[in-house]
Nanobody
């Protein structure tokens, strides 16, 4: 089993910053991709940013230049540094990790979600 534990959400004023963390634990061979998604009320879940072992980083256009994703492979942890936050960034943010448990078995796991609220 692979578990993801997120932390760092909260309430912040527009223009402020927050840093999200997500740590993976359990039994697995490797993690290929870690990323952050978000879901606002009444909207579909969308990719915010992801970082892959091979292939680099991807950002949603709406957060490019404001958010930075990084990864500590030694700690199986992914971070999302969010700056210049806007009210439209308000959502539940979910961590995602994909990788391999064995050479024949892959995993795709989600964290429990952390609320980010940006007040105007």
């Amino acid at each position: 089993q692979v578990q993801l534990v997120e932390s760092g959400g909260g309430l912040v004023q527009a223009g402020g910053s927050l840093r999200l963390s997500c740590a993976a634990s359990g039994s697995f061979l490797r993690i290929n991709t870690m990323g952050w998604f978000r879901q606002a009320p009444g909207k579909e879940r969308e990719l915010v940013a992801s970082v892959a072992t091979v292939g680099g980083t991807i950002y949603a256009g709406s957060v490019m230049g404001r958010f930075t994703i990084s990864r500590d492979d030694a700690k199986n942890t992914v971070f999302l540094q969010m700056s210049c936050l806007k009210p439209e960034d308000t959502a539940v943010y979910y961590c995602n990790a994909r990788g391999s448990i064995t050479h024949l078995r892959e995993f795709d796991r989600w964290g429990q979600g952390t609320q980010v609220t940006v007040s105007s």
